[in-house]
């Protein structure tokens, strides 16, 4: 069946390319115009800047038929700021002439005709521009965060993170983003956030988002687009909505590419290396990048707790030293067959090798607080994980402006291997001497997934336009899970059977939407519906119990925004999304690791429905500009981590469905540049949760307000010389049993530019006051546990780069990119 399915998903992919290659081959004349016009004519000129009347290089000019404004050619200026378009039929055209930082020209009315081949549109001049509404551009450098009609756009490079840091740092530079002990994200008080790489699924499952976007460097990261309340177009995936990480590739001519290095303090080091090289219809690109570093973590828990009329209290303090290595590899190219058909191949390689060693020191005390039990708990784990990713992409653009067809293939191959030695000594006085307790466990676990997808983007009417397209994800995981006790008597390894699980998990969703868009005077909307079936079955092999899930839902979207003027902008907007259980929430398997603390996962659990409703402002000026949102987010079947105390004090915790969850707040983004050696920007939000709980369960409905707050200041000290400080703050939050205690940090580094730009050596130290801190409190029947967790966060690093024939520029636009259209057609 597993090959039936992988069989099904190729064959529909070379269904796609192959009418789709005949219309590549095909003429690109327009039927029924009785001969093609002969193309012997030239279009040339000098691109420059009007205030310095230096040469602007990069710009991108494209010529347009003045009868019905289909593209008709274009290029890039050279390092000269000259252009030549050459092959340019007879007839009447205009030109549009963009660079980034300056307004966009028109220049209209050009002819070629037989006996005047020749248009020489001399030194064209563009002018810096303040303001950009709608847009990425708002400076003449590109803003640090900007926004669309359904995303916010973060540089990572105006970001104190892009100094020696990675993706879980960048992150906490993110407006409405929150980062916990382990490196896992929060969107709006929400861990259900959907992680993307370039628009994709990263389709490694056997890591947290934490661990994952530790292994990706900040260098290596071109912008992260947050969107909270996705149109139909993507997976409906996400409570709280999608964090998307734009990887940095350049398809500018020649060859360019940037090397970075950094050293950190406590042994951590890090470096990259990108290449890029563009031939004409050729652009090869590569990379690799390695990371490796020790990272020490303590805490306190202290449990006090009653089990039938016995009070106890269980204090434990753990010490643990975590080893990261990672090898990052990726190859790929893009085939520009034509002026309207691509292809791009690419495969990435990921090795990643986790290690830990640590103790974890439990003391337990009764009512009277007399020492009833005390025990230490060594552990020392390993963990590999291998990834292959292969992708395959055509895109087809047409004559007609706004018509785009793209079609993707992807294939993510991963497998993970582990093992953990354990060693438990008891040193309770008045008990007899024993041997100390040896357990061994270890997990074998592969996941595939398969993915295709198709989008086609036309124009309707006028200025509407329809987008739609298919999707199908096929994914299979095995995960095999045991646990060996050491037998003193037969001096042999015996398995645990309470602790063995083989689990079996197997998924597919199918999905096709549909999106029309129009603007009527002042007035911007869009509407969309997705359809999905999800198909999945799951096996517990030792046991043969085996679970089901087969249902279609609907996924509407709508977006409006009003332009009151060239300054103001509402926007409003609805989505339904889902989340539904991860493979660690659904596999049962039991974690031993803490004796007295077991968690392990519910196969029962239902998908969360959510949906999301926001209204938005945005003002604008030349100084920067100011987004207002108020929000409000209601989950049905909300799943929350459960713990309750057992026999003998011992908690489980596992997951399960509870009633209902709903957010209501609002959230402020200033940004801008207060004079010409000082930019900033901030964000504050507040929002009220309140979850309703579940009788069953034993859970209370709770409520709460969270309140965060993030300020980032670039200092222009010289001319090359840059200061930049940024601060973080995130107040108490609660869920179904559990407050977290407020978190704060602040992290400062300095960047001189030299070599005319092209090297950067960087000193950035993150909690600089050593401020922060994990504290938290558990609250059940029976029981309260208070938790205080550190983790090394004050770290200095020190860092170079160099780039390659400026490789920092933006990559030249591609026209008709989808991006360019849902900045100007919406």
Known sequence: MKLRFTLLLLNLFLAFLLPVSMLAQGGQGRPGTGGERPAIGTIKGKLVDDASGNPIEYGSIAIFSQRDSSIAGGTITDPKGAFKIEQVKVGRYFVKIQFIGYETRYIRDITIRPDNPLADLGQVKLHTTATSIGGVEVTAER???????????????????????????????????????????SLRGSSNVIVLIDGKPSGMVDISSGELLQQIPASSIESVEVITNPSVRYDPEGTSGILNIVLKKKSLQGFNGMVSITAGTGDRYN??????????????????????????????????????????????????????????????????????????????????????????????????????????????????IQSFTYNASYKRLFEKKGKELTVDF??????????????????????PQMDPVLQLSGSDNTNRMYMLQANYTTPAGKGGRIETGFKGTVKDLQMRNFLKDYVYESESWEVNPLANNFFDYSEQIYAVYGIYSSSYKKLKYQAGLRVEQLLSDSELELTSEKFSRSYPSLYPSVHLQYEKNEKSQ????????????????????????????????????????????????????????????AFYRHTTGIIERITELREGGITAGT?????????????????????????????????????????????????????????????????????????????????????????????AALKYDFLKRKASLSLRVSDIFDSRKFDSETTGEGFTITSNQRRDSRIAYLGFTYRINNYNRLKERERSGQQEQDMEEF
């Open 271 to 384: 470096g990259s290396l990108n290449l890029n090289y563009r031939q004409n219809r050729f652009n090869f690109f590569g990379g690799y990048d390695a990371r490796t570093g020790i990272f020490n973590s303590s805490g306190e828990t202290r449990r006090e707790s009653s089990y039938n009329g016995i009070s106890s209290l269980l204090v434990q303090s753990q010490s643990m030293a975590n080893e990261r290595n990672s090898h990052n590899v990726n190859a790929g190219f893009d085939f520009y067959a034509d002026d309207f058909n691509s292809f791009t191949f690419s495969v990435q390689y990921r090795n990643m090798l986790f290690g830990s060693e640590g103790d974890i020191l439990s003391t337990t005390y009764n009512a009277n607080d007399s020492l009833t039990r005390s025990f230490k708990r060594y552990s020392n784990s390993e963990r590999e």
């Open 410 to 431: 992807m294939v993510n191959d991963n497998s993970m291997g582990g093992s953990q030695d354990i060693r438990q000594e008891e040193f309770t006085s008045g008990m």
């Open 143 to 185: 803003e640090m965060i900007s926004s669309n009609l359904d995303k916010k756009v973060i540089q990572v490079d105006k970001t104190i993170a892009s100094v020696g840091g990675t993706a879980a740092d960048v992150m906490q530079t993110i407006p409405s983003v929150t980062v916990d002990v382990e490196g896992n994200v």
């Open 570 to 629: 509402f926007q409003l907007s609805y989505s339904r999304r889902v989340s539904r259980p991860s493979h660690r929430q659904l596999n049962p398997f039991v974690d031993y690791s803490d004796s007295l603390n077991i968690r392990y996962g519910n196969p029962k659990l239902d998908p969360e429905f959510i949906n999301s409703y926001e209204l938005g402002w945005l003002y604008f000026t030349k100084k920067g500009s100011l987004n207002a949102t």
């Open 655 to 747: 997951f399960e469905n509870l009633g209902s969850a709903s957010n209501l707040g609002i959230e402020m983004i200033v940004n801008g540049d207060i004079n010409k050696w000082l930019k900033a920007n901030a964000n504050v939000s507040g929002f009220r949760t309140v979850v309703v709980g579940d009788e069953i369960a034993g859970i209370e409905t709770v409520t709460g307000t969270v309140f965060t707050a993030k300020a980032n200041v670039t200092f222009m000290v010289f001319k090359d010389l840059s200061l930049m400080l940024s601060g973080n703050y995130r107040s108490p939050e609660i869920e179904a049993q559990e407050k977290e205690e407020a978190v704060y940090f602040a992290d």
